[in-house]
């Protein structure tokens, strides 16, 4: 079975980001496992509570087939994580997916993996990104090689989609 981790903030992730992938993967029979920096209930921006199975210190490469980053303002609590960079770059050098939404990929862009690869981010991120090094293309969704990023909740049926199909191939 594919497993892949969704990263979430405690609080104020986007809740579009989480529940429409989160329906998309588990209805193609891939295994999602939640993990924040608490566990227990964590609360969407709108109106979701959701389940943290696991901390995010917890997560181990050889566990998951992906990464996924869920945005909204909480991620921001990830963008300077010294632990979150070393956990993208230990996926993106073992060639597992790595997948963040809206204003997350600034936690890839962080993290130096996006040097050279096509990306995209929910506007406010373009800097970020660019600083980054990453080739911004403001579409909705991006994938480049294993990397696959979006711009935001409205591009989360999408996303999810295109996370599914990568994961499984």
């Known amino acids: ?4 981790v969704f990263v979430t903030a405690p609080k104020t992730f986007r809740d579009e980001e989480y529940i429409e992938p989160k329906e998309i993967l588990e209805k193609a029979g891939i295994q999602v496992t939640t993990a924040s920096t608490v566990k227990g209930e964590i609360f969407g921006k709108i109106k979701i509570k959701a389940q943290s199975q696991m901390l995010v210190t917890d997560i181990k490469v050889e566990d998951f087939d992906g990464i996924f980053f869920v945005g909204g303002m909480g991620s921001a609590i990830y963008f300077d994580d010294k ?3 070393k956990l993208v770059n230990d996926f993106y050098n073992a060639n597992k997916i790595v997948s963040a939404i809206c204003i997350a990929p600034t936690i890839l862009a962080n993290a130096g993996v996006l040097k050279g690869k096509k990306a995209t981010v929910f ?3 373009e800097p970020a990104l660019i600083a980054g090094g990453a080739n911004y ?4 969704v991006e994938v480049d090689g294993n990397i696959i990023t979006g711009n935001g909740p409205m591009s989360a049926k999408q996303f999810g989609k295109i996370l599914r199909d990568k994961i499984l191939n």
């Open 1 to 4: 079975m594919k497993k892949i």
């Open 123 to 125: 506007p406010d991120g």
């Open 137 to 140: 293309t403001a579409q909705d």
């Open 83 to 85: 632990f979150i960079h």
